[in-house]
C-alpha cells in the first residue's frame, strides 16, 4: 500500500482526567487515549479519509497491545509498529484546566522510551519513499538511534526528488524537556531542513529552529532553508503561512476551549488532506484551522479527531468558504446541503 500519509516518531497512552478544571491530585477517574503527537496526526489524516501509516516502537505489554487495537479502529496502518523489549509503553497525563492550562506529565520516556529507539535499518525506504506526505517532529531528533533514522529517512526521502504533489512535512515541536539545550535542537533541525518542504510550529519553536525575530522574520528563514511552505501559528491572532509568492493569514475559529491539546495534531492531520486534496493553501488553512478548533471543544485527541462534514459544518456556522468550491459558496448560503 503506497499511504497518502506515513508519519515517524512519537506514541503513547494519554491518560486524561474525567474531572475538568482540577489538579491531577484532585482527580478520581482517568480515561485512556492513543496519544503522541504523529500518531495523532495519522489518526486526524484517516478520518479525512486518507491512508495513513505510523511508523513507530512501543513496548511489547497490554499497553501496546492497546495502541496497536485503537490504530486499527482508526483505519491507520501499524504494520511498521513493533515492540522493543524491555522498555514499557510510555503513559503521558494531563490536568484539564480550560481555558489556558494543560499541563503534561511524561512517564516511561525517560532515559528513554521505545519510539526512540527506531533504528535506520529497521525502516522500509520505499515506503517512506513512496508516500505522498512524510511527516517527522523535532522531538524525533533528541536522542539516538532515533535521530540517525530520522535523519536517514530524510535522506531517502531528498525534497530534491520528490515527485509532483508529494509534501515533506518537519512538526517543529520542540518540548524542551527532551532537549539539553535549544542550542542543540537548533543543530539537529538544521540538518534535517533541508530536506523538508514544509515547515510547521508556533513563534517559539521557529524561535528553536531558527532563531527569534518575527513570525514573518521567521517565515523567511525558513524559506531560505529551503522550505517551500512555511506556517507559522500566532496563537489568538490565528496562522500565517508564506511560500515564496504568497504570505495568508488564516484568522482563528473562535470555540469553548475545553483541552487545547490535540488541536495541533487536529490541523496537522487536516492540513495533509487539505495539501492531498490540491487546494489553495488559504483554503487549506481555513480547512485546518476548522479542524483545530474542534479538537479544542473536546476532551481527547485522537477520539476527537474531525470528520469532513463535521469541519465544513463549523466552516458554515463561521460564514466561511468551503473548500473545493467557489469562494462565494457557502453552506450558510445553500452550497451544500
Same mark, same amino acid.
Given at each position: ?24 491530585? $484532585? ?73 489556558? $492550562? ?63 504533489? @508529494? ?20 543543530? @539537529? ?26 513570525? $514573518?522574520? @521567521? ?26 509568492? @504568497?504570505?495568508?493569514? +488564516? ?25 492531498? +486534496?490540491?487546494?489553495? *493553501? ?14 479544542? +471543544?473536546? *476532551? ?30 457557502? *453552506? ?6
Amino acid at each position: 500500500m503506497t499511504h497518502e500519509l506515513l508519519t515517524i516518531g512519537r506514541i503513547s497512552v494519554d491518560i486524561y482526567p474525567n474531572d475538568v478544571g482540577v489538579g491531577l491530585e $484532585d482527580v478520581s477517574s482517568f480515561g485512556k487515549y492513543l496519544g503522541g503527537s504523529p500518531s495523532n496526526v495519522a489518526v486526524a489524516a484517516a478520518r479525512h479519509g486518507r491512508r495513513a501509516g505510523v511508523i513507530t516502537r512501543t513496548g511489547d505489554d497490554p499497553f501496546g497491545a492497546y495502541l496497536h487495537g485503537e490504530l486499527g479502529k482508526f483505519g491507520v496502518d501499524d504494520s511498521f509498529v513493533s515492540p522493543v523489549q524491555g522498555l514499557q509503553t510510555p503513559a503521558t497525563f494531563c490536568a484539564i484546566q480550560p481555558p489556558h $492550562d494543560f499541563p503534561l506529565y511524561f512517564y516511561g520516556r525517560f532515559p528513554t522510551a521505545p519510539d526512540l529507539q527506531i533504528k535506520a535499518e529497521e525502516l522500509d525506504l520505499d515506503a517512506i519513499r513512496d508516500a505522498r506526505i512524510f511527516w517527522s517532529t523535532v522531538t524525533g531528533l533528541c536522542q539516538e538511534p532515533s535521530r540517525s533514522a530520522h535523519l536517514a529517512a530524510h535522506e531517502a526521502r531528498n525534497r530534491d526528488r520528490l515527485r509532483m504533489n @508529494q509534501f515533506t512535512v518537519l512538526d517543529l515541536d520542540y518540548r524542551p524537556m527532551f532537549w539539553a539545550s535549544e542550542e542543540e535542537a537548533r543543530e @539537529q533541525v538544521g540538518r534535517i531542513l533541508p530536506h523538508v518542504t514544509v515547515a510547521i510550529g508556533n513563534e517559539q519553536e521557529c524561535a528553536v529552529a531558527v532563531g527569534h525575530g518575527s513570525p $514573518d522574520e @521567521q517565515a523567511d528563514r525558513l524559506l531560505a532553508a529551503g522550505v517551500q511552505i512555511a506556517v507559522v501559528k500566532l496563537g489568538p491572532e490565528g496562522v500565517m503561512a508564506k511560500t515564496r509568492t @504568497q504570505r495568508i493569514v +488564516s484568522a482563528p475559529v473562535p470555540v469553548e476551549t475545553v483541552n487545547g491539546l490535540g488541536a495541533g495534531d487536529s490541523f496537522g492531520g487536516a492540513f495533509c488532506h487539505g495539501l492531498l +486534496s490540491g487546494w489553495p *493553501l488559504s483554503e487549506v488553512l481555513d480547512y485546518a484551522n476548522a479542524a483545530g478548533a474542534i479538537v479544542a +471543544s473536546r *476532551l481527547s485527541c485522537a477520539d476527537a479527531m474531525p470528520t469532513p462534514d463535521e469541519v465544513i459544518s463549523l466552516l458554515a456556522e463561521r460564514g466561511r468558504p468551503i473548500p473545493g468550491t467557489p469562494k462565494t459558496r457557502t *453552506l450558510a448560503e445553500g452550497a451544500v446541503k
